[in-house]
């Protein structure tokens, strides 16, 4: 995955908002900290973003709410305007595209869900799907036999007569998916899309996205406050505090090598199996005596630890390769079950 | 004018009994009722007449130079291809064509030729075709309930005889509140997309719903002369203003999610108004219809007075014949006609969305209504050549219930002569004289002294400067004396307004049987056009301060009432909560947490109501106030632009002033409070 080109990406972007900020951020030699930033009289809701997101990834956006996550993904789709810096989607800035330009952008290559839905509540779920199809000027046959097939693909077939009020919110939010794929985006934002939803809800919900994700290969931006969420959907996780990005990861190295004390704080808690592999954990060097089995280093704990809990040897741990790179014990998958750090 | 208002927003005491401020303010107005009635001796004493009469080198003469420049625009004005005249002239024809349709329709029918040899070739539609429209609408609207209703008010213009001019009122509404509605939305639009649109438009919106509604009839009259036309363009014009302040404001509630998903999917600016903003906002704009529609039908009847003709005609006819029966009749019918739209406008603002379901296979199905309404129309419009009955309603069996009402109106002034003019005699000698000869006593650079500081404590400078200006602007003009007489009478009428509706609104607040009462009376009250409420009072009190008094204290009583309820109601209910566990009784909870929480939204609602009385005080000039009002009227009378202006201005002027010091105090009692410093204007 690590190979895959790089799909969109933000280099040094600011967002400031406030009287003159453009001029304030101009006048600096050095990058502003935040007490310069607040002196001045302005809010920095986005400071030096940096971020490449890879074709085909899940790339979530994790911070808690006045963290600027928010902004930052409005920056990338432009809808709110950086301070500062660049936007590079498919090697073009797209700060420089014009009015005209960035409504083609908009209209054929993105696709955005919104945390409330955003669905206009005077049309019906066909309608509302084959809105952006309809603002291209597509006919209304094409457009309306496109949108029956997201609608089919979102589950939500049966429904398409119905009017966003009449559904639930799960519903409501199947119908604003649907809506952002009608145009297949190349890039697809996802700005907390199930945080508005009951926790069961947001459960299947997430399945949902997994399934679909797993069919559509999108290359996603996805917004959340909610860690745990973030864990199960990611490939790679961004995490924000005051405006600024401070460790760019895959779940497993955020939980295995935090870069400072605010993000060991939210991985502290959440359940190590779920998020480490057989490698992270794993004793390194050949199994000093009998093995119960092979297990293979890229498996998550939680996948493996019934099968090695069970048997009273310990597993040799293989790579892709096939070569026995370590060993996995019962002890091992204790302590990553209940969290107990190595002693 | 109100300086015990301004007490209350004076700075919390701290060491003081009494704040420096509210002493102050106390020690003023001490000052100024001693000046006030030692004004004249004062004067003579110091040989200083200027105190008491405005000199007349202050004076200017702004009013001739405004008739001088209307005389200038009617005649000489000229834009290269056509002149001015000409474009007025183009502007009453494109008026006068739908406007000539749609009585058609209602009324005349289509006629060919003219005078004598006028051959009617299409009747009107007839009485039950009518019925049976408003009844329809009243169904897809709402429900069976709502036709009923509907048809009913509609069928009592026919049976007693008010046909032919309401269908006349009813001509001007259909015309103006489509051009009021579009003219409106699209200014809305404006003002939400350009900042700078917005900020030219709020202040002129301003002045427009300040200045009294017949000081735009004055130069309307002059520009377009007496007739339908006149009266359409100042019915639209005055319509106008509430629905661009929704539109804008219903625009801009639309969540940004939804405007932001409208960039994201490629909207093109059109695009976004049309198809994304204007739709998601439909509930809101559909307030500002039921408004548009109300004030149309307020100010088609005041503009009969400029020839719009229909109801408003009939009663300003038996008004000046003092025909009590003839006036209560048609004053009564425009009652049934305004609630009946207002019902009819308010089920399609609340008209639920629709519900899914399948689209029906064929035209009559998906179309029920239009169709059986076609039906009627035709059927009633064939019938009716055979069937006269059928056509229009039968004279004979037409009710009148003008000798009814003569006789009843009589029977009260008989029997109960003694006790009316009981009350009132009281009431003049007890409160309107006095307050009267008070205000007009007091000298005006003292008063001009007292609003200008009142706005320097309550807004510094900027406010101050608001308030020497405008009040400089009356007196300049010549106009002080009428403009107390105006201020005098607004006050006590407001102050009455406030002692009933204050503890009305209170009662609605606490009580849900009471508050449903009350609000059904309110907005019953609310409906009614303004000209309406002179009618009972004239007959009962005939001409006079008194009479305008509670014709205005009647009309301005509601927002009095439903500011004080919304404001007790929308108090934190854990406040509420802590005051009953810290063991206050019913009166304490009241008093000392209720009433000074709900303080802002009442003075808020004060404001209204003063807004209210100002631009009733102006109608009341009918019978026969000596305030600005009444200098209006008689510019009105005597088609004098320039002083029809100058006097309208004033009253407007007033009102501007009342409403920034009253929204300031409340802005600083809400800030006291830390509660949301939003405006719930």
């Known amino acids: ?197 009951d926790p069961l809800i947001r459960r299947e919900m997430q399945d949902e996205f997994l399934r679909l994700q797993s069919m559509l290969q999108k290359t996603i931006v996805f917004i959340t406050h909610d860690f745990d969420e973030a864990i199960r959907l990611a490939d790679r996780i961004a995490i924000m505090k005051d405006g600024a990005v401070i460790q760019v990861d895959t779940p497993e190295q955020l939980v295995l090598a935090p870069a400072d004390d605010y993000v060991a704080e939210f991985t502290r808690h959440i359940p190590r199996a779920k998020v480490l592999s057989v490698r992270a954990v794993m004793q390194p060097g050949p199994p000093g005596g009998e093995v119960a089995g092979q297990v293979a280093a890229g498996d998550r704990i939680e996948a493996v630890a019934d099968q090695v809990e069970a048997a009273g040897k310990p597993f040799a741990v293989v790579d892709e390769t096939g070569a026995v790179v370590g060993s996995l014990d019962r002890r091992a998958v204790i302590d990553t079950l209940i969290g107990r750090e190595k002693g | 004018m109100a300086e015990p208002a301004l007490d209350t927003t004076a700075p919390k005491p701290k060491a003081l009994p009494v704040s420096p401020a509210a002493l102050t303010w106390l020690l003023l107005g001490l000052a100024t009722f001693v000046l006030a009635h030692t ?59 739908p406007y000539d349709l749609a009585k058609a329709v209602l009324v005349s029918g289509f006629v060919q030729g003219l005078g004598n040899e006028a051959v009617q070739w299409l009747p009107p539609l007839s009485w039950i075709a009518v019925v049976f429209v ?115 404001l219903a625009l801009r509630g639309v969540p940004s999610e939804i405007r932001e998903f409208g960039t994201m999917v490629g909207c ?115 019938l009716g050549l055979v069937l006269p009955v059928l056509q229009s309603y039968p004279a004979t069996a037409q009710i009148t219930t003008g000798a009814f009402w003569e006789n009843l109106v009589q029977t009260i ?43 320097w404590q309550l807004g510094r400078w900027k406010l101050a400067l608001l308030c020497f200006l405008l009040s400089g602007f009356i007196l300049v003009n010549g106009l ?13 009428s407001v102050l009455i307004a406030a002692v009933m509706g204050i503890p009305l609104g209170v009662v609605a607040a606490q009580n849900q049987k009471a508050g449903r009462f009350i609000g059904g009376f309110i907005d019953t009250l609310q409906t009614l056009p303004s000209f309406v409420y002179l009618i009972p009072v004239v007959m009962l009190f005939r001409v006079g301060d008194f009479s305008a008094m509670i014709a205005v204290v009647l009309y301005a009583l509601a927002p009095a009432v439903r500011y004080t309820a919304h404001g007790i109601r929308s108090i934190d209910p854990q406040l509420i909560e802590a005051g009953t566990v810290s063991g206050c009784t019913r009166w304490q909870l009241l008093w000392r947490i209720k009433l000074p929480l709900a303080l802002p939204e009442i003075m808020l609602g004060i404001n209204q109501t003063i807004m209210l009385a100002l631009s009733m005080l102006v109608i009341t000039a009918l019978v026969g106030t000596r305030d600005l009002g009444q200098e209006v009227y008689i510019a009105l009378t005597k088609a004098d632009t320039g002083r029809g202006i100058v006097a309208g201005v004033s009253v407007a002027f007033i009102a501007i002033i009342a409403d920034r010091l009253i929204a300031a105090g409340a802005r600083r009692a809400r800030a006291r409070l830390g509660l949301a410093a939003e405006g719930g204007r």
Request: contains cysteine; charged residues 15%.
């Open chain 2, 39 to 97: 004004s004249r001796d004062l004067s003579k004493a110091l040989d200083a007449r200027w105190l008491v009469k405005v000199p007349r080198e202050l004076r200017i003469s702004m009013k001739t130079d405004i008739s001088a420049f209307m005389s200038w625009l009617v005649e000489d004005a000229h834009f290269g291809l056509f002149s001015f005249t000409d474009l007025t002239r183009g502007i009453a024809w494109l008026l006068e064509q």
């Open chain 2, 480 to 492: 002080w004396t009428d403009a107390m007489e105006t201020i005098y009478l607004c006050g006590v």
């Open chain 2, 268 to 382: 093109t600016g059109r695009q976004m108004t049309w198809r994304v903003l204007v739709p998601s906002a439909m509930p809101g704009l559909m307030v500002g219809v039921n408004q548009v529609i109300m004030l149309s039908l307020n100010m088609v009847i005041i503009a009969s007075m400029i020839g719009a003709g229909g109801l408003g005609y009939d009663v300003l006819t038996s008004l000046r014949r003092l025909d009590i029966g003839g006036g209560l009749e048609a004053g009564v019918a425009i009652v049934v006609l305004a609630i009946a739209l207002d019902r009819l406008s308010q089920a399609f603002v609340n008209r639920p969305p629709p519900e899914h379901g399948e689209t029906a296979p064929s035209f009559a199905k998906r179309h029920p209504y239009t169709l059986a309404t076609l039906a009627v129309i035709l059927a009633t419009g064939l």
């Open chain 2, 413 to 455: 002034n008989v029997n109960y002569f003694d006790q009316l003019e009981a009350v009132k005699t009281f009431m003049v000698l007890n409160l309107l004289v006095p307050v009267k000869r008070f205000l007009v006593g007091v000298p005006w650079p003292w008063f001009i002294l007292l609003v200008t500081l009142a706005g």
């Open chain 1, 1 to 197: 995955m690590q190979e895959k080109p790089v799909k969109l990406a933000c280099r040094d972007v600011w967002k400031l908002f406030g009287e003159g900020a453009e001029r304030f951020l101009a006048a600096q030699a050095t990058a502003p900290g935040l007490p310069e930033i607040q002196a001045a009289g302005l809010v920095g809701a986005v400071r030096a973003a940096n971020i490449e997101v890879r074709q085909g990834e899940i790339f979530v956006i994790m911070g808690l709410s006045g963290s600027g996550k928010s902004t930052l993904v409005r920056c990338l789709s432009r809808l709110i305007e950086p301070t500062a810096g660049e936007i590079l989607f498919e090697d073009t800035d797209l700060l420089r595209a014009s009015e005209r330009e960035m409504i083609q952008i908009r209209r054929h290559k993105m696709g955005m869900v919104f945390q409330h839905f955003a669905l206009l509540p005077h049309l019906t779920v066909l309608q509302n799907v084959a809105f952006p199809l309809e603002v291209q000027g597509v006919a209304r046959t094409t457009r309306e036999a496109r949108a029956l097939e997201i609608i089919e693909l979102v589950g939500l077939k049966g429904r398409e007569a119905y009017y966003p009020r009449e559904l639930s919110g799960g519903q409501q939010q199947r119908v604003g998916i649907a809506r952002s794929l009608a145009v297949e985006p190349e890039i697809w934002f996802l700005d907390e899309p199930f945080s508005a939803l």
């Open chain 2, 134 to 248: 408003v009844a329809a609408i009243g169904h897809y609207a709402k429900s069976i309930g709502l036709a009923v209703f509907v048809g009913l008010c509609f069928l009592y213009l026919a049976v007693f005889g008010q046909w032919d001019s309401a269908m006349v009122t009813l001509a001007s509404i259909l015309i103006a509140v489509p051009l009021g509605v579009g003219g409106g939305l699209l200014l809305g639009i404006g003002g939400y997309r350009w900042r700078w649109f917005d900020r030219v438009l709020t202040p002129v919106l301003d002045l427009m719903q300040t200045v009294p509604i017949f000081a735009y009839l004055v130069p309307i009259l002059f520009l377009f002369g007496f007739g339908p036309v006149s009266a359409l363009v100042a019915t639209v014009i005055y319509a106008m203003p509430p629905m661009v302040r929704i539109t804008t």
